[in-house]
């Protein structure tokens, strides 16, 4: 089995900044792509970021320039770091990632979600 623990969600003032982690753990043979998503009251999940294993990046264009996603292959762990936040980046950020498990399996996991509370 496979388990994403994301932290670093929390109440921050509008044009503050937060830095999430989402850590792999389990029977992990290799780590492929790695995202954020974050959903708000009332909307639909969306894609915040992604990155690949070589370190190629996406982003929604929300949040361009102001976040930047991050991972440590060694570590299994990816971050994003959240600046100049607005209170329209208030959701929970969930991680999710593609893993080719022991058995050679490729599998999508997914978190539990972390908040983010950004306040005018």
């Known amino acids: 089995q496979v388990q994403l623990v994301e932290s670093g969600g929390g109440l921050v003032q509008a044009g503050g900044s937060l830095r999430l982690s989402c850590a792999a753990s389990?029977?992990?043979?290799?780590?492929?792509?790695m995202a954020w998503y974050r959903q708000a009251p009332g909307k639909q999940r969306e894609l915040v970021a992604a990155?690949?294993?070589?370190?190629?990046?996406n982003y929604a264009d929300s949040v361009k320039g102001r976040f930047t996603i991050s991972r440590d292959n060694a570590k299994n762990t990816m971050y994003l770091q959240m600046n100049s936040l607005k209170p329209a980046d208030t959701a929970v950020y969930y991680c999710?990632?593609?893993?080719?498990?022991?058995?050679?399996?490729?599998?999508?996991?997914w978190g539990k979600g972390t908040l983010v509370t950004v306040s005018s």
């Open positions: 389990g029977s992990i043979l290799s780590i492929n792509v």
């Open positions: 999710t990632t593609n893993v080719t498990r022991l058995s050679g399996r490729r599998m999508d996991y």
């Open positions: 990155i690949g294993n070589s370190g190629s990046t």
